[in-house]
């Protein structure tokens, strides 16, 4: 993987952390938008399948994570925000939470897509999905770049590489 996403950062009230990531990636909003909005094989490539997907507002959405098994594990929610082509937002059941994809033109043919992940939980948690994230994301960049991931050669590594450095 060679793909440099920069490290994310937190904002922590009570028991609720809001993750932040931004990057800024050399593809146009019109390929990174169904990448990061479910459309067709878009988020197994680079995060999960998308076993129920129902675009728009209030919409059913169940993830299945490939990296925990050969059938994963398949977690429901909503979309809780939608706007073709520029946000889309899942509230997932479980630690999960709420995830948010706004993505914009950057530059002549790039595009800023801002990652916000809320949760709720302590500390190892945050500290564990910014980890998670941070890869998630690398994948993105990979798959976009036509490098999607192998769910079956996956291995913890990297994301105990990352671990360590969301540790302070």
Not at 29 to 44: I, T
Not at 135 to 148: C, S, V
Request: aromatic share 10%; with cysteine; hydrophobic share 35%.
């Amino acid at each position: 993987m060679n793909k440099v996403i920069e490290q994310g950062t937190s904002r922590t009230e009570g028991d609720t952390h809001t993750l932040h990531f931004t990057l800024h990636l050399p593809h146009p909003v019109e390929q990174v938008w169904p990448v990061v909005a479910g459309h067709g094989d878009g988020l197994r490539d680079w995060l999960a399948a998308a076993d129920t997907f129902e675009p728009h507002l209030g919409g059913a959405v169940a993830l299945r994570w490939l990296n925990t098994g050969p059938d994963g594990e398949a977690v429901p929610g909503r979309i809780t925000a939608w706007d073709v082509e520029r946000v889309a937002e899942y509230t997932l059941e479980g630690f999960h939470g709420r995830i948010r994809f706004h993505v914009e033109p950057y530059g002549e043919r790039g595009t800023t897509l801002r990652f916000t992940n809320e949760i709720r939980g302590d500390d190892e948690l945050r500290r564990d999905c910014l980890a998670a994230w941070h890869l998630h994301l690398e994948y993105l960049a990979e798959a976009l770049d036509g490098n999607p991931v192998d769910w079956r050669s996956w291995t913890p590594d990297r994301f105990e590489e990352l671990r360590e450095t969301y540790a302070s």
